[in-house]
């Protein structure tokens, strides 16, 4: 089992900025694919970003790329979702998640664990 806890979230301006942090427990995740998602009020659960296990091939919501940056630290079972530039259309709350299928990678049944997530607000 692989357990994932977010931290990082928290109130900021537009315009500003935030890093996410997901680590992991349980068993090392250097070989599983990592992702994050968003939900926001009301909507479904959003594909944000993924990276896989090395770290050298992301991927990106179109309405994140050149904002977010995914990044991962496998020495520390650690993986990070740099955001600047934020805009109060980002406001949700971000769920780290792991998977070691390489299918269904921006969609949520393509994970296999998920963490509790952590809120993100961007006043305007």
């Known amino acids: 089992q692989v357990q994932l806890v977010e931290s990082g979230g928290g109130l900021v301006q537009a315009g500003g900025s935030l890093r996410l942090s997901c680590a992991a427990s349980g068993r090392t995740v250097s070989s599983y694919a990592m992702g994050w998602f968003r939900q926001a009020p009301g909507k479904e659960r959003e594909f944000v970003a993924r990276?896989?296990?090395?770290?050298?091939?992301?991927y990106y919501l179109d309405s994140v790329k050149g904002r977010f940056t995914i990044s991962r630290d496998n020495a520390k079972n650690t993986v990070y979702l740099e955001m600047n530039s934020l805009k109060p259309e980002d406001t949700a709350v971000y769920y780290c998640?792991?998977?070691?299928?390489?299918?269904?990678?921006?969609?949520?049944?393509?994970?296999?664990?998920w963490g509790q997530g952590t809120q993100v607000t961007v006043s305007s």
């Open positions: 998640a792991a998977t070691t299928s390489s299918q269904g990678m921006r969609v949520v049944g393509g994970y296999n664990y």
């Open positions: 990276i896989n296990w090395s770290g050298g091939t992301t």
